[in-house]
């Protein structure tokens, strides 16, 4: 996979995942010496080019000075759904950004996986790489599953399920503790299975706007990481 950025390669340095090439500028080898160096050690293979080439590897407006080659990381729906804790599922997200986004909360939030359902978008794709902020060397990420085997999966793991759904009853007054799966999707969602997943949602009833997606699954992973710390559920 292709991780662009010196944010996002240097999360994957420190998480210990090796390096297989690394694409620099010559700015970023006076700017950046420690993690080229680093790089450099640990066996990569390392390729200087001048800004134009860097501009051609990447879709971003204002091109990164480095751009790392690593390998793909991705877990078994077991693997997966026995390592909750907190983690997100992404049932039919379309939007790239939007995907990253809600990854990168979920690390931020002490979360520990993420799956996404058919119909969503490639979680290693390099839009969402990027807006996932190097939370792919944190996360176990599965991809691609069934949504009645994911759903099966968790209940079988002992996995709860809290649904963000704008008919949802009111998030604060909710009740539920971890393993939890926050499900989140673009009219995506789990079949349903007993137990009954709990429905959430975050703005206002009559609330004029709904947030973004990955805003609502930010407010949803950040609430259960409070409800950890003060050990309620």
């Known amino acids: 996979m292709i991780v662009e950025g010196h944010r996002g390669v240097g999360v994957a340095m420190r998480a210990g995942t ?4 690394l694409v620099h500028t010559t700015d970023a080898a006076a700017k950046r010496p420690d993690m080229l160096r680093e790089a450099r050690d640990s066996g990569a293979k390392m390729l200087e080019v001048s800004p134009a080439v860097m501009e051609s590897l990447t879709t971003v407006g204002s091109s990164p ?9 991705e877990a078994s729906l077991a693997e997966a759904a026995g390592a909750f804790g907190l983690g997100a599922v992404l049932a039919g997200v379309h939007d790239p950004a939007a995907a990253g986004s809600i990854m990168a909360s979920c690390a931020a939030a002490g979360g520990s996986v993420v799956i996404a359902t058919t119909g969503t978008t490639d979680l290693f794709a390099p839009k969402v790489v990027r807006s996932a902020a190097g939370a792919h060397f944190l996360l176990r990420i599965v991809a691609g599953v069934d949504p009645a085997a994911c759903a099966e999966s968790l209940k079988a793991a002992g996995v709860g399920l809290v649904t963000v ?29 007993p137990p009954e997943p709990t429905r959430v949602r975050v703005a206002d009833p009559g609330a004029k706007i709904r947030p973004p997606l990955a805003a609502e699954a930010a407010v949803v992973l950040f609430e259960a990481a409070h409800r950890r710390r003060n050990g309620n559920g």
């Open 165 to 193: 759904d704008p008919d949802g009853e009111d998030l604060g007054s909710s009740r539920w503790s971890e393993p939890v799966a926050v499900v989140v999707g673009e009219g995506g969602t789990l079949p349903d299975a």
């Open 65 to 73: 000075d480095v751009l790392a080659i690593v390998p793909l990381r």
């Open 18 to 21: 090796p390096v297989l090439e």
